[in-house]
RNA sequence: GCCGGGGUGGCGGAAUAGGCAGACGCGCAAGGCUUAGGACCUUGUAGGUUUUUCCUGUGUGGGUUCAAAUCCCACCCCCGGCACCA
């Protein structure tokens, strides 16, 4: 007989799919749209290891599963190439960047197609095309007039490696996120894009997503809502009172009367207003310079800080005089650079007290009294009017008080901070503005007309917009590619491209030299796949309304605090333009979990632990690589891989080859009821399993499925067809390939998916099988009819031998009895 | 440190409105086939035991229940996220 030829029989249909155009996608509005996307990859040099390829075969899955449910499927991919690693990479290898990206996405789109995905290739996207980052300016542009981006001269995180500032969300324990290296603080000149003002709709549309609670979660602490009381506190000077007051914010009012110091941020602005009064202020001066010399890391290691000579803050419902600090723990941009510290109620303040023998006093009474600090909630003490109150019920009742004084107000604030979008890098979208050094002048004198500037470049003196009909401002071509590390770009040593002229006055005006970062063509792309060859405008706000929003979203979860933050802010900003007409973009959200080396390690070229497509689809296929990478376990769990466990796969695709001359078209259909409960019950758990991502059960019951048709002498050719179809999203060369030589002529692609009848899974038995526990414990079961009667069944257990050898002349004290499942005899 | 997720055979993992622990696959063992090996087929496979028996078993220790991998309390370990956010 003709052996599994894995490798013919995949070559054959990859070519027919492709040719017959299965996998196209229309815009076909009369059926139901199912928008299934994966986070594209950005093509790296060292290619893809089968561990991308997990997420990639389970959106495949799902794909094919609702083309055949009667689904028009969008299910596109694209190349994420603009960028830190494609320029690093290309630096590396001396190669351009243009020419590596080129290369690494044809060896890309090569190894992808290994596994026969339905991707509708005439929707592939590149962020690097012109085409497309027309349209990446575009909406940066219209954020720009919307005030929404701002110049900025602020220290913010530098890379010495990369040679470019970085925003927060690029860190990793305070290390460049790409390179390793540790961040500096540098003051820079950057554009800010504001995400904080969009901070509160980005949480609450936390709510209508069905994503997994771990990555809601996380995007939750990210933004880091904190609701307290922002107030006012006076400043004496020794014992006279000044007109300056302290702004602090705390989440804990309740322990207002624990307060017993305040401390101030070393760059709170108040300390340079009071120069004149405050004894120390060389010495806080100098502080101040070294804690800003210092990484965000290297601040947290030790509690450091001066006291302010001279000054006291008074708690305004004490009156109390207490001294005033600053100190490195607390951070400029939180809150209002200032806390009110409580000691015995707060960790940091603790230690910071210990350090500087402040007092400590408690202020609530809690449980465990040798504790050193107590910031849980409780009973108030030593607080005056306030004491025996709930901490919750004393927070309102305070906060009261203090706004009836004027001088409070409730409040909150987001830890997420403006998003850093400048690069100085060459490999990057162009920012689509220009320098005007007369248009700044004119501005900043009010010399200019009505209308003539934009809300940002009034926000941005100096600064002017490219006119959309210029756009798209190409990346020049250039030798000479590499970060200079002045804080410039490299795009600032091609004169000819720099200099240009102003569109508002006609003067001399200067290109920005920055570049974006790498998560600018991804906060959109999953727009374009639904019109990718509009020339007009970003997408035509028909197929806006039939393809949006995407229906599921497939990636790692590394995302869940960078590119999904991001994709999510654009896009309510798209949809404030009434560009899109969904809040949200990706309804649905599962993560994929990992697949570790053999060695349990991850994947890398470091640790030569790296398992390429290509070697499994040689020697095993790539259905078997599929099936043994959705059968490894639960989808979103990281699983180290074991190529014995693809041998399993390959040996169950060739028991499925061997059974065809077991199957024969039955005329009479006198099936056994067991087969027929068996592939409903198979239809149901497939069917629901892919939809809920538990791919491993799915294909398990698939093997139960067959392993009972194998115990056959013949297969019917119905009930064989049914199984190659719940079978094809998983395997679906081999699949195509059977479903062929039973003599259909369209592919199994087209053809329906299977429905079950509950009523062939329920099945009225006439007998089942009875667990017998006595004392608890499984003692014996027997096969029992399902009309008797409690009663009868107890009778029928009692008599029987091991039950009475069990129970002997011992007392039955009661019985338990739970229908069509056990009896529990207890004594 | 705080916040998530998780700990089940030799291995990957099944099973949670509490009700046969170990589905499915890998590995291993015995037998068949074969000159032989591989492949393939059949059977067995949690550990122990006095082996048609009973005992013990889902990270550890308690608890609730007729009945706990599943619920409650305390603790240990692994993975991920955050990193002084007041």
Same mark, same amino acid.
């Given at each position: 007989?003709?052996?599994?030829?894995?490798?013919?029989?995949?070559?054959?249909?990859?070519?027919?799919?492709?040719?017959?155009?299965?996998?196209?996608?229309?815009?076909?509005?009369?059926?139901?749209?199912?928008?299934?996307?994966?986070?594209?990859?950005?093509?790296?040099?060292?290619?893809?290891?089968?561990?991308?390829?997990?997420?990639?075969?389970?959106?495949?899955?799902?794909?094919?599963?609702?083309?055949?449910?009667?689904?028009?499927?969008?299910?596109?991919?694209?190349?994420?190439?603009?960028?830190?690693?494609?320029?690093?990479?290309?630096?590396?290898?001396?190669?351009?960047?243009?020419?590596?990206?080129?290369?690494?996405?044809?060896?890309?789109?090569?190894?992808?197609?290994?596994?026969?995905?339905?991707?509708?290739?005439?929707?592939?996207?590149?962020?690097?095309?012109?085409?497309?980052?027309?349209?990446?300016?575009?909406?940066?542009?219209?954020?720009?007039?919307?005030?929404?981006?701002?110049?900025?001269?602020?220290?913010?995180?530098?890379?010495?490696?990369?040679?470019?500032?970085?925003?927060?969300?690029?860190?990793?324990?305070?290390?460049?996120?790409?390179?390793?290296?540790?961040?500096?603080?540098?003051?820079?000149?950057?554009?800010?894009?504001?995400?904080?003002?969009?901070?509160?709709?980005?949480?609450?549309?936390?709510?209508?997503?069905?994503?997994?609670?771990?990555?809601?979660?996380?995007?939750?602490?990210?933004?880091?809502?904190?609701?307290?009381?922002?107030?006012?506190?006076?400043?004496?000077?020794?014992?006279?009172?000044?007109?300056?007051?302290?702004?602090?914010?705390?989440?804990?009012?309740?322990?207002?009367?624990?307060?017993?110091?305040?401390?101030?941020?070393?760059?709170?602005?108040?300390?340079?207003?009071?120069?004149?009064?405050?004894?120390?202020?060389?010495?806080?001066?100098?502080?101040?310079?070294?804690?800003?010399?210092?990484?965000?890391?290297?601040?947290?290691?030790?509690?450091?800080?001066?006291?302010?000579?001279?000054?006291?803050?008074?708690?305004?419902?004490?009156?109390?005089?207490?001294?005033?600090?600053?100190?490195?723990?607390?951070?400029?941009?939180?809150?209002?650079?200032?806390?009110?510290?409580?000691?015995?109620?707060?960790?940091?303040?603790?230690?910071?007290?210990?350090?500087?023998?402040?007092?400590?006093?408690?202020?609530?009474?809690?449980?465990?009294?040798?504790?050193?600090?107590?910031?849980?909630?409780?009973?108030?003490?030593?607080?005056?009017?306030?004491?025996?109150?709930?901490?919750?019920?004393?927070?309102?009742?305070?906060?009261?008080?203090?706004?009836?004084?004027?001088?409070?107000?409730?409040?909150?604030?987001?830890?997420?901070?403006?998003?850093?979008?400048?690069?100085?890098?060459?490999?990057?979208?162009?920012?689509?503005?220009?320098?005007?050094?007369?248009?700044?002048?004119?501005?900043?004198?009010?010399?200019?007309?009505?209308?003539?500037?934009?809300?940002?470049?009034?926000?941005?003196?100096?600064?002017?917009?490219?006119?959309?009909?210029?756009?798209?401002?190409?990346?020049?071509?250039?030798?000479?590619?590499?970060?200079?590390?002045?804080?410039?770009?490299?795009?600032?040593?091609?004169?000819?491209?720099?200099?240009?002229?102003?569109?508002?006055?006609?003067?001399?005006?200067?290109?920005?030299?920055?570049?974006?970062?790498?998560?600018?063509?991804?906060?959109?792309?999953?727009?374009?796949?639904?019109?990718?060859?509009?020339?007009?405008?970003?997408?035509?706000?028909?197929?806006?309304?039939?393809?949006?929003?995407?229906?599921?979203?497939?990636?790692?979860?590394?995302?869940?605090?960078?590119?999904?933050?991001?994709?999510?802010?654009?896009?309510?900003?798209?949809?404030?333009?009434?560009?899109?007409?969904?809040?949200?973009?990706?309804?649905?959200?599962?993560?994929?979990?990992?697949?570790?080396?053999?060695?349990?390690?991850?994947?890398?070229?470091?640790?030569?632990?790296?398992?390429?497509?290509?070697?499994?689809?040689?020697?095993?296929?790539?259905?078997?690589?599929?099936?043994?990478?959705?059968?490894?376990?639960?989808?979103?769990?990281?699983?180290?891989?074991? =190529?014995?466990?693809? /041998?399993?796969?390959? +040996?169950?695709?060739?028991?499925? &080859?061997?059974?065809?001359? @077991? $199957? #024969? !078209?039955?005329?009479?259909?006198?099936?056994?009821?067991?087969?027929?409960?068996?592939?409903?019950?198979?239809?149901?758990?497939?069917?629901?399993?892919?939809?809920?991502?538990?791919?491993?059960?799915?294909?398990?019951?698939?093997?139960?499925?067959?392993?009972?048709?194998?115990?056959?002498?013949?297969?019917?050719?119905?009930?064989?067809?049914?199984?190659?179809?719940?079978?094809?999203?998983?395997?679906?060369?081999?699949?195509?390939?059977?479903?062929?030589?039973?003599?259909?002529?369209?592919?199994?692609?087209?053809?329906?998916?299977?429905?079950?009848?509950?009523?062939?899974?329920?099945?009225?038995?006439?007998?089942?099988?009875?667990?017998?526990?006595?004392?608890?414990?499984?003692?014996?079961?027997?096969?029992?009819?399902?009309?008797?009667?409690?009663? =009868?069944?107890?009778? /029928?257990?009692?008599? +029987?031998?091991?039950?009475?050898? &069990?129970?002997?002349?011992? @007392? $039955? #004290? !009661?019985?338990?009895?739970?229908?069509?499942?056990?009896?529990?005899?207890?004594?």
């Amino acid at each position: 007989m003709e052996e599994y030829n894995f490798k013919k029989i995949e070559k054959k249909w990859q070519k027919f799919w492709e040719k017959e155009k299965i996998f196209k996608t229309l815009d076909n509005k009369k059926k139901p749209k199912f928008y299934v996307l994966d986070m594209f990859p950005y093509p790296s040099g060292s290619g893809l290891h089968v561990g991308h390829l997990k997420g990639y075969t389970a959106t495949d899955i799902i794909a094919r599963m609702k083309m055949m449910q009667g689904f028009n499927v969008l299910h596109p991919m694209g190349w994420d190439a603009f960028g830190l690693p494609a320029e690093n990479f290309a630096i590396k290898n001396k190669i351009h960047p243009e020419l590596a990206v080129k290369q690494n996405i044809k060896r890309y789109k090569e190894e992808l197609k290994l596994i026969g995905p339905t991707y509708d290739w005439d929707r592939e996207i590149n962020t690097t095309d012109p085409n497309y980052y027309i349209w990446t300016q575009w909406i940066f542009l219209q954020l720009f007039k919307a005030g929404l981006v701002e110049e900025s001269f602020e220290p913010i995180n530098w890379c010495p490696y990369c040679k470019t500032g970085l925003a927060n969300e690029d860190l990793e324990e305070g290390r460049c996120e790409r390179c390793g290296s540790k961040v500096e603080k540098k003051p820079l000149r950057q554009w800010k894009i504001k995400i904080t003002k969009y901070a509160d709709r980005l949480l609450e549309d936390l709510e209508m997503l069905d994503w997994e609670e771990p990555i809601i979660k996380m995007q939750k602490d990210w933004i880091g809502k904190s609701e307290g009381v922002e107030f006012q506190m006076k400043i004496f000077l020794d014992n006279k009172e000044t007109n300056k007051k302290i702004k602090v914010f705390t989440t804990r009012i309740d322990t207002i009367l624990g307060m017993t110091y305040v401390v101030l941020a070393p760059e709170h602005e108040i300390l340079e207003k009071l120069k004149n009064e405050i004894r120390n202020f060389d010495q806080i001066k100098k502080y101040q310079k070294e804690v800003l010399s210092k990484s965000d890391v290297e601040r947290t290691k030790e509690k450091t800080g001066i006291k302010v000579e001279g000054i006291l803050a008074e708690n305004p419902l004490t009156k109390g005089k207490i001294p005033v600090f600053v100190s490195e723990y607390v951070l400029k941009d939180y809150g209002t650079g200032a806390i009110m510290a409580v000691p015995a109620h707060d960790k940091r303040d603790f230690e910071f007290a210990q350090k500087f023998n402040l007092p400590i006093k408690k202020v609530i009474l809690s449980e465990n009294s040798n504790e050193e600090y107590f910031e849980g909630e409780g009973i108030l003490i030593n607080s005056g009017e306030f004491t025996g109150l709930e901490t919750k019920v004393a927070r309102e009742k305070i906060v009261k008080v203090l706004e009836e004084m004027g001088i409070a107000k409730k409040t909150y604030y987001y830890k997420i901070k403006d998003w850093v979008f400048a690069r100085q890098r060459y490999w990057g979208e162009p920012f689509p503005l220009l320098f005007c050094e007369n248009c700044k002048k004119r501005i900043l004198e009010k010399k200019y007309k009505e209308g003539e500037f934009n809300k940002g470049e009034l926000l941005n003196p100096g600064w002017i917009c490219v006119a959309e009909k210029n756009l798209p401002v190409k990346l020049p071509k250039v030798k000479y590619y590499e970060p200079t590390g002045t804080g410039e770009g490299p795009l600032a040593n091609i004169k000819n491209w720099v200099i240009t002229r102003c569109p508002k006055c006609g003067g001399i005006a200067f290109r920005e030299t920055n570049t974006m970062p790498q998560w600018a063509g991804s906060c959109w792309y999953y727009l374009r796949y639904a019109d990718p060859k509009n020339k007009k405008e970003l997408i035509s706000k028909e197929k806006e309304k039939y393809w949006l929003p995407v229906d599921l979203y497939v990636g790692g979860a590394e995302h869940a605090t960078r590119h999904l933050i991001y994709a999510r802010f654009w896009h309510k900003f798209l949809y404030d333009l009434g560009i899109v007409s969904t809040k949200e973009p990706f309804l649905k959200l599962r993560h994929v979990g990992l697949i570790l080396g053999p060695d349990s390690r991850k994947m890398s070229k470091r640790y030569g632990n790296i398992i390429t497509p290509e070697e499994i689809c040689e020697k095993y296929g790539a259905d078997a690589l599929r099936l043994y990478e959705m059968f490894m376990g639960p989808f979103s769990q990281e699983i180290a891989w074991q =190529e014995k466990g693809v /041998i399993g796969m390959k +040996r169950f695709l060739e028991r499925i &080859w061997k059974i065809k001359n @077991k $199957i #024969k !078209k039955l005329k009479e259909k006198k099936e056994e009821k067991n087969i027929l409960s068996i592939l409903h019950k198979t239809i149901k758990k497939v069917t629901e399993d892919i939809e809920n991502f538990k791919f491993n059960t799915a294909i398990s019951q698939i093997m139960i499925f067959f392993n009972e048709l194998e115990k056959g002498e013949v297969i019917d050719k119905g009930i064989f067809e049914l199984f190659l179809q719940l079978l094809s999203p998983f395997a679906p060369h081999l699949c195509e390939e059977l479903w062929h030589i039973l003599g259909n002529k369209e592919s199994i692609f087209k053809s329906k998916w299977p429905q079950f009848n509950e009523s062939f899974i329920k099945e009225e038995k006439e007998k089942f099988l009875l667990l017998i526990q006595i004392n608890g414990k499984l003692r014996d079961r027997v096969l029992i009819d399902s009309d008797l009667e409690e009663k =009868e069944i107890q009778n /029928i257990v009692l008599q +029987r031998e091991k039950v009475k050898n &069990w129970i002997s002349n011992k @007392k $039955i #004290k !009661k019985i338990i009895f739970i229908k069509n499942k056990l009896i529990n005899i207890v004594f």
